[in-house]
């Protein structure tokens, strides 16, 4: 569940500026952590847990009876449910050595679910601050103007690291309604049809309605493969290259490196990417006539090892991207470890982004580097990367 640089030319990368692609709000939405995910039973907080915290809203006044679901932020698989009782304090009694916690506003409330991500156990403190809710309405359609019966519609609050925080089916007429924070993104998604955004969009108080038209689709199948065999948990995300650009939507490769992945007619762009960093990304242009993609071949790269590093020298927890010259995108965002080291593949000169985990540091930026140095440092000291 990661953010990815986004990159439209052949040059090499800018020096400033970094922004989320689609694939990055569609991981963090389909990942085991959504909504669907979470269980509708809770209980009522002890006084006492590993972990221990306040629901909120915008206002700082309590919320009771909140659903908070805890888990695990490496492996996203859910650890706890609980309530928040009458003060909105509440606890659980397990701690991941890394967590995330989503709270969910009581039915009758009109907040907005809220996360909190990527937390360690030495944070065993969690305020939850709900943002208010205001109501949206979809209409999903395919391209003739007709309904589409159980399309699911998904709303992520905008933050650094957007997440899912309300979802639905639409109706026999294609509607659906539910609330959204006051800056949200929402995505429709259909079986059989390529999935549809809406970014960055300010929702009034007074609510908003959103159209979706979704085109049939194409169902695109192969294997992505490595020197050494299937690459599994590949992720694989396309977007629409013909007028209008669209984004089409992801996959993720199976234990076999085999994939499926549904897109427009017109002709797609994919970028395939390794969340391990053991090998280099890359991109295939896909024709409209294509369905069957064969293997995708991952080459094996330079490993780079990288240290980001804090204004006083410590090592400093980031999640790390590298762009190489050789693939002309960006990697998948991976975190380094507690003392902010990581190796990653690079080919021909590379340029590296790292951003901190939990905030209150600058970006580190490293740009053009040619190969060869091995170690590299990104330091805060410095606002930008010295090579060491």
């Not at 609980?82 to 606890?91: Q, V, Y």
């Not at 204004?311 to 002309?328: F, H, I, K, M, N």
Request: with cysteine; net charge negative; aromatic share 6%.
């Amino acid at each position: 569940m990661s953010e990815i640089p986004t990159r439209h030319e052949s040059d090499p990368p800018p020096r400033r500026g970094m922004s989320l692609t689609k694939a990055a709000l569609v991981m963090l939405g389909v990942s085991a952590i959504a909504l669907s995910g979470v269980p509708g039973i809770g209980k009522d907080p002890g006084p006492d847990g590993s972990l221990t915290g306040l629901c909120v809203d915008y206002r700082g006044f309590a919320v009771p009876d909140a659903r908070i679901a805890l888990f695990d932020a490496q492996s996203l698989e859910l650890v706890e449910t609980t309530r928040s009782n009458a003060d909105g304090r509440f606890a659980f009694q397990t701690a991941p050595p890394t967590y995330s916690a989503f709270a969910e506003p009581p039915p009758s409330s009109t907040l907005s679910g809220t996360w909190t991500l990527d937390r360690t156990q030495e944070n065993t403190a969690i305020e939850l601050v709900l943002r208010p809710g205001f109501e949206v309405g979809v209409r999903v359609v395919d391209q003739e103007g007709r309904a589409i019966e159980g399309a699911e519609v998904r709303v992520f609050e905008v933050r650094r690291d957007p997440a899912l925080v309300a979802h639905t089916l639409t109706d026999a007429e294609g509607r659906a309604t539910l609330l959204a924070p006051p800056a949200a993104h929402i995505a429709a998604r259909s079986k059989g049809r390529p999935d549809r955004w809406l970014y960055e969009l300010e929702i009034p108080p007074e609510g908003a309605h959103f159209n979706f038209h979704m085109p049939q689709g194409r169902l695109l199948t192969g294997r992505v493969i490595g020197p050494y065999g299937p690459v599994p948990g590949s992720v694989l995300s396309s977007r629409q290259t013909a007028e209008p650009e669209e984004w089409n939507g992801y996959a993720v490769s199976d234990e076999k490196g085999r994939f499926e992945l549904v897109v427009s007619e017109a002709p797609t762009e994919i970028e395939i990417l390794d969340p391990s960093g053991y090998h280099l990304p890359t991109v295939r242009t896909i024709p409209s006539v294509t369905k069957e993609l064969g293997d995708i071949q991952l080459d094996k790269g330079e490993r780079i090892s990288i240290r980001t590093l804090d204004a006083d020298g410590y090592g400093l927890p980031t999640r790390v991207w590298l762009w190489s010259e050789q693939t002309q995108c960006w990697s998948y965002g991976r975190e380094t470890d507690k003392v902010g080291r990581i190796d990653l593949a690079a080919m021909g000169r590379y340029s590296v982004v790292a951003r901190p985990i939990f905030g209150g540091q600058r970006v580190l930026e490293l740009w053009n580097k040619e190969p060869g140095t091995n170690p590299v440092e990104l330091s805060a000291r410095r606002g930008i990367a010295a090579d060491r």
